[in-house]
């Protein structure tokens, strides 16, 4: 005969669960970042632009799942963006 599982041990089940995948996610748009300012840093710009593409898709991504609040992953894009254009658009003007 099994033993029932609480409704405190299921919720704390699916936390875990949930707090691992927000955990990875987080991760990801922390890495693809940190790829981003490597490749402004290193001024190669075609790098550069393909990272923010792919930085900007991760973060509203996580934004819409919940990861990350609206507000947190527009600041960060606007960040971003601010830079490619600081170290770029600049330079060619």
């Known amino acids: 005969m099994s033993v029932k ?3 405190a041990q299921k919720r704390h ?3 875990e669960v949930r707090r ?3 955990k990875s996610a987080k991760s990801a748009v922390r890495t693809y970042a940190k790829k981003f300012v490597e ?3 290193a ?3 075609n790098t550069a632009s393909e990272q923010l593409k792919v930085l900007v898709k991760e973060l509203d991504t996580a934004a819409g799942k919940g990861i990350l609040t609206r507000n947190a992953a527009s600041r960060k894009k606007s960040r971003m963006t601010k830079l490619f254009n600081a170290t770029f658009v600049k330079a060619e003007a």
């Open 39 to 41: 490749a402004v840093h």
């Open 20 to 22: 691992l995948r927000n």
């Open 13 to 15: 089940k699916q936390s």
């Open 5 to 7: 599982q609480t409704s």
């Open 43 to 45: 001024k190669d710009q």
